[in-house]
């Protein structure tokens, strides 16, 4: 990647498809295209809902409702974690609220049923007042669930199974080799962000997708540090990595070609369809989710999380993490968010009937094609 990288700063390039693509505005605007992207890959795929580092320990739980799915994750006494709707057998409610570490069982607020971590239902108060209800057959529901290169997927479906390598594009491949390389099972969750967005959910991930806005919208941020208009692009799949450059990067090429390495000098974009990009950021890595609300295309729901390597215990350890945390947050939230609801104004306001995607966009025009083609609409 860096000598590809050296490659098109040397010849003035950047990575370029053959032709523009033109994506048509209902992509972001209409709510029948809103209802099959939700019916269609919130439903059926497999998505990223957590780093293994957010549940280390037994009888660690984490909820998520973003996608209209109520989903609990509990890491059990074998270590495993299990996927359920956080839904009680006995009339439906919500077992587990947000995050924590349970301590022997979970609880319904409600009733005080009570289930192991497996799921299975151990406790019914008054249980004479419910002959023939047999605890063995109410359980927690359970949805697919894999962790793997210390992430975890769920598919907010009960019964879809999924095969995750399959999904990243098949095993031995670039993709996979380097999520499995950062070993984010041994990373520490450091902050986190919730925003609520005025924007399609898919304008929040095509940010990431492109270096062509760098120089004018980050000039006083980001841009200094990085090329304009310069990426490498690999695709796996409906998944892609893309590569930005740091201007740091000129230091190796009087290094040896055995030492160079990609990580340090640029900001690697994984894009995990549908909804998930993560963000190498030579000592940290950003997770950008974005979750699309009902029936609202210019609208969703935005969570960062910011995971790094060692602990932050020291008091310069964090003043470290605060600085790098500040730059990322006043980039995207001062600079990229604001530019990207005003796309979606545009686009709402019928003005134009598509956008243009340039041949030096393919990232963007990657994850466009994808989504089009998984709902029926390429
Ligand atoms: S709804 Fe959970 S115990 Fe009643
Ligand atoms: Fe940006």
Known sequence: MVERAFELLDNKQTTRVENIYLSPVASYTCKDWLAQ?????FKKYPLLVAFSCDLPRVGDFLTNDDTGVP????????????AFYNTCRHRGAQLAKGCGRAQSGLTCPYHAWTYDFTGALKIVPDQVSFPGVDKAEHGLIKLPVIEKYGMIWVCPTAGEDFDIDAQLGGLNNGFVEDLQSYQFENYHPY????????????????????????????????????????????????????????????????????SWDIVPDSALVYLL???????????????????????????????????????????????HWE????????????????????????????????????????ALIH????????????
């Open 37 to 41: 992207e939700k019916d269609i890959l």
């Open 71 to 82: 989903i609990l994750l509990v890491r059990d006494r074998t270590g495993g974690i299990n």
């Open 191 to 258: 902050a986190q962000r919730r925003l609520h967005c005025k924007m399609n959910w898919k304008l929040m991930l095509d940010t990431f997708l492109e270096a062509y806005h760098f120089a004018p919208l980050h000039a006083t941020t980001v841009g200094p540090l990085l090329h304009h208009n310069l990426c490498l692009l690999d695709t796996y799949g409906q998944n892609l990595r893309e590569a930005v450059i740091r201007k740091s990067i000129d230091k190796q090429r009087d290094q040896p070609k055995e």
């Open 273 to 319: 369809f549908p909804n998930s990009g993560l963000v190498m950021q030579r000592d940290h890595v950003e997770l950008w989710r974005s979750y699309p609300l009902d029936g609202k295309p210019n609208e969703c729901i935005v969570q960062m999380d910011y995971y790094i390597p060692e602990p932050a215990e020291t008091a310069s350890a964090k003043d």
């Open 323 to 362: 600085r790098n945390m500040d730059l990322a947050v006043r980039t995207v939230l001062e600079e990229d968010i604001p530019g990207v609801e005003g796309i979606q104004r545009g686009l709402s306001s019928g003005a134009i009937s598509h956008s243009t995607f340039g041949r030096n966009e393919p």
């Open 367 to 378: 994850f466009q094609r994808e989504v089009a083609k998984a709902i029926g609409r390429d």
